[in-house]
T-cell receptor, first 112, second 111 residues
Framework: DAEITQSPRHKITETGRQVTLACHQT?????MFWYRQDLGHGLRLIHY???????NKGEVSDGYSVSRSNTEDLPLTLESAASSQTSVYFC???????????FGPGTRLTVT | RKEVEQDPGPFNVPEGATVAFNCTYS??????FFWYRQDCRKEPKLLMS???SGNEDGRFTAQLNRASQYISLLIRDSKLSDSATYLC????????????FGSGTRLLVRP
């Protein structure tokens, strides 16, 4: 069955370190998204991609970057982790613009 | 003002009860709406799309009121398994197809 996976599921890192969160989908979807979820804010879009070599900034993109070198993967990099980036991160993919988004299981990141 | 607003709850109801949630959105030009369900510490999953004419899926009914800019979700005959957070979602109107999420309404169904 097609799926979307994230790794690691849990990560503890120190302030200032570079961290990369992986997202891999086997749906063959063109659209991929990264969100963070914090209490009181709901899900907020960090970056998104509509295809290979395409990346776009979301509403909370500062301090994050993504790259899309193939259809299946959209890794999210925190250039220099900050305590404010402690959050739960969800990756999602969809076939079309207004189609259902399928979410990965999430990565719980703690920056100490 | 947030683009999508929801009452955070929690709504605490007994099994078998009928419960309704509302969600308001700020952009009157919004065209596409959804309800997602999120269980504790899990990923969100699509519950249902919301159509202009309203739509029903088993015990769940979604309605759209464009004039007042709100969407609603009605759950009849609540089950313990309905306990979750319900996220109201609107698609952005800037052609990016980004989803804009409300903060969610928490539902607790008690025996």
């Amino acid at each position: 069955d097609a799926e979307i996976t994230q790794s690691p599921r849990h990560k503890i890192t120190e302030t200032g370190r570079q961290v990369t969160l992986a997202c891999h989908q086997t749906w063959n979807h063109n659209n991929m998204f990264w969100y963070r979820q914090d209490l009181g804010h709901g899900l907020r879009l960090i970056h998104y991609s509509y295809g290979v070599q395409d990346t776009n900034k979301g509403e909370v993109s500062d301090g994050y970057s993504v790259s899309r070198s193939n259809t299946e993967d959209l890794p999210l990099t925190l250039e220099s982790a900050a305590s404010s980036q402690t959050s739960v991160y969800f990756c999602a993919s969809s076939e079309g613009g207004e189609d259902e988004q399928y979410f990965g299981p999430g990565t719980r990141l703690t920056v100490t | 003002r947030k683009e999508v607003e929801q009452d955070p709850g929690p709504f605490n109801v007994p099994e078998g009860a009928t419960v309704a949630f509302n969600c308001t959105y700020s952009n009157s030009a919004s065209q596409s709406f959804f309800w997602y369900r999120q269980d504790c510490r899990k990923e969100p999953k699509l519950l249902m799309s919301v159509y202009s004419s309203g739509n029903e899926d088993g015990r769940f009914t979604a309605q759209l009121n464009r004039a007042s800019q709100y969407i609603s979700l009605l759950i009849r005959d609540s089950k313990l398994s309905d306990s979750a957070t319900y996220l109201c979602v609107v698609i952005a109107m800037d052609s990016s197809y980004k989803l804009i999420f409300g903060s969610g309404t928490r539902l607790l169904v008690r025996p």
